[in-house]
């Protein structure tokens, strides 16, 4: 999440979202093993090589190929799936604070629409540093609004920033929108 606090009165922050080096790497693998599968189903099909490693036409078709087949399939409807997600870069959007009109803008790269919630600063109740470390560690900020038992979360998914910058951030914000921060201990 990077801040922009070119003046006082907005600051804007931009979140990442699914075009990540690790969402590459999986779905340039995903597709090598999928073509890969399939190529082995089609050459025990066949009894011709199209791979150059192994022998894939000596397999029997019946139980092998058709489950490498299967396999295929399944890792290339996986493989679509993942890179449709990096192509539109689901989860991006930017967070807008602005205190001039008293408003939040979220906006947000959605599966097949873009979501976009507004607010003003009289709804928000608190911004709150939603901490856990362990096996599966979650760093982000959130604002708690009144009436809402469920935060909404600021920060993008999978990025795990600093534990100082992510207070150093949720104080800032907390201090422009003039309400508490929750969670520190």
């Known amino acids: 999440m990077e801040s922009n606090l070119s003046s006082f009165d907005k600051i804007e922050q931009t979140i990442g979202g699914s075009r990540k080096t690790?969402?590459?790497?999986?779905?340039?693998?995903?597709?090598?093993?999928?073509i890969g599968f399939l190529l082995a189903?089609?050459?025990s099909y066949t009894g011709i090589d199209l791979l150059p490693l192994g022998n894939p036409s000596s397999l029997l078709f019946v139980p092998q190929g058709i489950i490498m087949g299967a396999y295929g399939v399944l890792a290339n409807i996986l493989n679509f799936y993942l890179w449709y997600l990096v192509y539109i870069?689901?989860?991006s959007g930017i967070?807008?604070?602005?205190?001039?009109?008293?408003?939040?803008?979220?906006?947000?790269?959605?599966?097949?629409?873009d979501v976009e919630v507004k607010l003003n600063f009289d709804e928000?109740?608190?911004?709150?540093?939603?901490?856990?470390?362990?096996?599966?560690?979650?760093?982000?900020?959130?604002?708690?609004?009144k009436g809402?038992?469920?935060?909404?979360?600021?920060?993008g998914a999978?990025?795990?920033?600093?534990?100082?910058?992510?207070?150093?951030?949720g104080a800032r914000l907390a201090k422009f929108l003039n309400v508490n921060l929750e969670g520190l201990k």
């Open 22 to 34: 690790s969402n590459y790497i999986i779905g340039g693998m995903l597709t090598i093993g999928g």
């Open 41 to 43: 189903s089609i050459s």
């Open 89 to 91: 870069n689901f989860g």
């Open 95 to 113: 967070n807008s604070f602005d205190k001039n009109s008293q408003l939040v803008e979220i906006k947000r790269k959605g599966l097949f629409k």
């Open 124 to 145: 928000i109740k608190s911004v709150k540093l939603d901490i856990s470390e362990g096996f599966n560690p979650r760093r982000r900020i959130a604002l708690v609004l």
């Open 148 to 155: 809402k038992k469920k935060a909404l979360p600021l920060s």
């Open 158 to 169: 999978g990025e795990l920033q600093p534990l100082l910058q992510i207070e150093e951030e």
